[in-house]
């Protein structure tokens, strides 16, 4: 055993009297040299070719190197053991993995499998430099088959960069623009100002039929979906949505809960600050793809009956002596916006210098809007936001007091079935009932159904006498019923909040100022 010992720590010596003479006989960039040249005949012979993508060119980042990082923390699968770091952007909602350094991950495209290797290491020294690099060097290498090359490049890095611009935009908070400035542009040349966007509706929340919910957010998906369909059907990759209806039936929380859906931004876009059809395309020029663009009220903004009608002389606002303007004069600019302009604003050459946007018009008298707004193109879907109805009742319901369909618990199953029978007699809004439940939520799911059913009945009542003879010498609310009803909106018999909480109304407000 010790001559065992002996002999090793002989060879040892030997190897290490070896590596000395051979640093001292060739050059470290001898040596450099045939290391490259081993690994090149290595790989010639390789059935693998290898990319490699580093994080800095030259003194500015790459951005594929970023574009790589996070689409395979999201995408691939970590290959066995392989660590992954994890972090959250500044800005951003959600975390992302990263890879650490030396670990690998596999992925498959068109049914190719590849492999991505971390590799990190030491940077030389530097000298002295304005902007230092980081201490590390950093890149990913890419390994595929020879065979699959073909296949798989550009394409697989076109998905990279496609898939990892859809992940940032996600985890990003969303933002909703608006042009109160009236066109005017800021410091970067922008006329749009931008506000995080953080509205609670979702379609879970929307309170509406499941049936024609389901039709709206397949409508969507194939809209978000459907890039290579546009591009074959020579149409701009754009959609219309017209949603009309009552006040206070969802049509706003409609838009946040698209805009939710899909990871949009919203541009609130107020006509009646715009002062002409020229600045109304700067405006559309000016908004980014992946976003919704809504007018709402439509039918209030601006003089839509007229197509051919030319806009009046422009009419300069000028400002009063203390820098304000008169509402009246503004109203003027606003004028000069005509039908054709808002046309060309949703269907024209210039509605496609972008792509991958949605127009949301809404209005509570589609009677009033011209034919031409509303064909198909310009508002491909028309969703008519009605009456609260009773499928759309139990998702609030659902929502507000937790209660589940058929949940016999609290004894609400009576109350459930009286809720179904006057319900479309009662003619009310999703906001009214949300409304009553808001109030009436701490009372007990039983209380707050019941309460809900006297304001139905009310209600039902005062639409029957509404739609019989008037009854001559009455003023409108002159009467009991109506008083009574005033009184269950506004006052609940119980579950009133105490001073220091947000009362129900508050929240309303609270919720309705996010949009
Ligand atoms: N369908 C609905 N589902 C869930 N909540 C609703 C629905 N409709 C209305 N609400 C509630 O009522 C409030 C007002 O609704 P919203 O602003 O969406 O109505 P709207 O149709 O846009 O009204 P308007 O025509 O006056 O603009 C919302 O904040 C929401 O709480
Ligand atoms: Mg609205």
Request: aromatic share 8%; net charge neutral; charged share 30%.
């Amino acid at each position: 055993m010790r001559e065992y010992w002996t002999s090793l720590a002989s060879l040892m010596g030997a190897l290490a009297f070896l590596q000395g003479v051979l640093h001292a006989v060739f050059p470290a960039e001898l040596r450099a040299a045939v290391a490259r040249l081993l690994g090149r005949v290595t790989r010639a012979f390789s059935p693998y070719c290898y990319f490699d993508v580093t994080e800095t060119e030259g003194m500015s980042t790459n951005e594929i190197y970023d574009a790589v990082q996070l689409y395979l923390s999201s995408s691939a699968a970590p290959a066995a053991g392989a660590r992954l770091s994890l972090s959250r952007p500044h800005n951003a909602s959600s975390f992302t993995f990263g890879l650490a350094a030396s670990d690998r991950v596999l992925d498959t495209f068109r049914g190719a499998a590849v492999t991505w290797e971390h590799v990190v290491a030491p940077r030389q020294s530097q000298g002295f430099l304005w902007r230092p690099l980081p201490e590390e060097k950093r890149r990913f290498t890419l390994r595929i088959r020879r065979g699959d090359r073909d296949k798989l490049l550009p394409a697989y890095l076109d998905h990279i960069l496609a898939s990892a611009a859809d992940i940032r935009r996600r985890s990003q908070d969303r933002l909703l623009y608006t042009n109160a400035r009236g066109g005017a542009m800021d410091g970067r040349g922008l006329p749009w100002d931008p506000v995080p966007f953080k509205h609670p509706s979702t379609f879970d929340t929307l309170a509406m039929d499941p049936d024609r919910k389901a039709e709206i957010m397949a409508d969507l998906r194939d809209f978000g979906d459907g890039s290579a369909f546009y591009e074959r059907t020579g149409r701009a990759w754009k959609r219309g949505y017209l949603l009309y209806g009552p006040p206070g039936t969802g049509k706003s929380s409609m838009i946040a809960a698209m805009a939710n859906y899909l990871g949009y931004d919203v541009y609130d876009l107020e006509l009646t600050e715009v002062g002409s059809n020229a600045e109304l395309r700067k405006l559309l020029m000016k908004t980014t793809s992946k976003s919704i663009i809504v007018i709402e009220d439509i039918d209030c903004s601006v003089d839509l009956t007229n197509r051919a009608a030319s806009p009046p002389a422009p009419t300069k606002v000028r400002p009063n002596v203390d820098g304000t303007i008169d509402q009246d004069k503004s109203a003027g600019a606003a004028r000069s916006i005509t039908l054709s302009g808002l046309l060309n604003f949703t269907d024209g050459l210039w509605s496609c210098c972008g792509s991958e946007r949605i127009f949301v018009f809404t209005t509570n008298h589609i009677e009033k809007l011209d034919p031409a707004l509303l064909r198909s193109g310009r508002m491909d879907m028309h969703i008519f936001m009605n009456y609260c109805s009773f499928p759309a009742l139990k998702i609030l319901l659902k929502n507000y007091l937790g209660l589940q369909d058929n949940d016999g618990s609290d004894g609400c199953v009576a109350v459930m079935a009286g809720l179904e029978e006057w319900i479309d007699a009662a003619e009310i809004t999703p906001a009214d009932v949300s409304e009553v439940l808001i109030k009436n939520r701490r009372s007990g799911r039983k209380k707050a159904t019941e309460e809900l059913l006297e304001v139905f009945k009310v209600r039902a009542e005062k639409r029957r006498r509404e739609s019989g003879p008037a009854t001559p010498g009455k003023e409108p609310g002159d009467n009991e019923e109506e008083e009574e009803e005033k009184r269950a909106l506004e006052s609940p018999k119980e579950g009133k909040e105490k001073a220091g909480g947000m009362d129900g109304q508050d929240e309303e407000t609270e919720a309705k100022k996010q949009l």
